[in-house]
Every structure is written in C-alpha cells, then in structure tokens.
C-alpha cells in the first residue's frame, strides 16, 4: 500500500506510520473532516479469504475517496483508521475463521484523510464446509452507538498501550 500524501490530503493532518498485521508498513496523514453514511444506501464489498477486496458497490468507492482502480486488488486494511482498536478486527478475523458473522461499528480511513463511521456486517462464504471468501455489508451507524463506540475503543486503545 502506498503512504499517504500531503497533496491528497484536505485539511490539517497529523502523521502517524503505521504497521500492519502482516509487518508491512504505511505512512498516514489523518484529519478530523467526517463524512457523513448516506442515509438510505448500503456500502457493500466482497474479499478472498485473505481480506483482499475482489467486489465493492459504487458507494463503497464514492465514501473510501479511492477510484475502483485502487481499490480491487488491494487488502481491506487500506480503510483502517488508527482509532480502530487492534482487538475489534482480532475479535472480527476469530469470528469469520469459525464460519460465524461479525457486526459491529468501524471508524474507516478515507483517501483523503478522513473518517467515516459504518455498522458492519461481515459475512463469510462457505462452500462444502471450507471458508472461501467474504462479504460485508455496511449500513448507517446510529449517532449515539458512534459517540458510546468512540469512547469504548479509546479505552480499549489506552489498554493496547497507545
Ligand atoms: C469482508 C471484510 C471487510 C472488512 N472491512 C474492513 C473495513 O471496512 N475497514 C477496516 O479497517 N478493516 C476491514 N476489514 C479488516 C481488515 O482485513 C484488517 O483486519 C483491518 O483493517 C486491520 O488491519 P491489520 O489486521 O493489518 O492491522 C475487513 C475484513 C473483511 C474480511
């Protein structure tokens, strides 16, 4: 994954370097500009079984800020926000490995520095007994789950040590 770029970015950005799981590592520029869900629509992706994304919808492209370019091909951890708790996607990966959904709300990393809030479904796809990719499906978050989520994965990054 590319670092992120002031160039692409809208608005005043602190940096972090993040690592992800797979020891890979990316330079983000991160705001506070929220993109509202648009109320009415789902936001819907398709991965392998590894997280890379194989499908997504158009409004999926429109909030990511990512052209479907860059977005097909790539893992699902290009949205990760740094707000995320690691915890939330170890709680998400146990689940859909067992063959079960996960819900729960996400804060994601737009292109351009920003964030959006989703309630997530993640639904695995099972054939002849064998996980073999998944589908998430993302509805608008109600403002008062974001407010109490925000403040739970405060804690809960405080508690990983960040
Ligand atoms: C179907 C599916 C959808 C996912 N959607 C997101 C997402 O919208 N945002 C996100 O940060 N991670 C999402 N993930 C989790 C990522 O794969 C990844 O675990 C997460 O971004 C944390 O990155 P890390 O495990 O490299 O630290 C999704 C995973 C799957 C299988």
């Given at each position: 994954?590319?670092?992120?770029?002031?160039?692409?970015?809208?608005?005043?950005?602190?940096?972090?370097?993040?690592?992800?799981?797979?020891?890979?590592?990316?330079?983000?520029?991160?705001?506070?500009?929220?993109?509202?869900?648009?109320?009415?629509?789902?936001?819907?992706?398709?991965?392998?079984?590894?997280?890379?994304?194989?499908?997504?919808?158009?409004?999926?492209?429109?909030?990511?800020?990512?052209?479907?370019?860059?977005?097909?091909?790539?893992?699902?951890?290009?949205?990760?926000?740094?707000?995320?708790?690691?915890a939330a996607f170890a709680d998400l990966w146990t689940t859909i490995e067992m063959g079960k959904r996960w819900s729960g709300y996400?804060?994601?990393?737009?292109?351009?520095?920003?964030?959006?809030?989703?309630?997530?479904?993640?639904?695995?796809?099972?054939?002849?007994g064998a996980v073999v990719g998944h589908t998430s499906v993302r509805r608008?978050?109600?403002?008062?789950?974001?407010?109490?989520?925000?403040?739970?994965?405060?804690?809960?990054?405080?508690?990983?040590?960040?």
């Amino acid at each position: 994954m590319h670092d992120m770029r002031p160039e692409d970015v809208r608005g005043e950005w602190r940096e972090y370097y993040w690592r992800y799981f797979d020891g890979t590592s990316r330079r983000l520029l991160i705001t506070d500009e929220e993109t509202r869900f648009p109320t009415g629509e789902l936001i819907v992706s398709q991965t392998d079984v590894a997280g890379i994304i194989t499908m997504c919808n158009e409004a999926f492209v429109h909030m990511s800020g990512f052209s479907r370019e860059e977005i097909m091909g790539a893992p699902h951890s290009i949205l990760r926000h740094p707000d995320m708790p690691k915890a939330a996607f170890a709680d998400l990966w146990t689940t859909i490995e067992m063959g079960k959904r996960w819900s729960g709300y996400v804060k994601n990393l737009r292109r351009d520095g920003g964030f959006y809030w989703v309630y997530a479904t993640v639904i695995p796809k099972i054939v002849d007994g064998a996980v073999v990719g998944h589908t998430s499906v993302r509805r608008e978050p109600s403002r008062d789950k974001v407010d109490e989520l925000a403040a739970v994965y405060a804690t809960m990054r405080a508690e990983e040590g960040r």
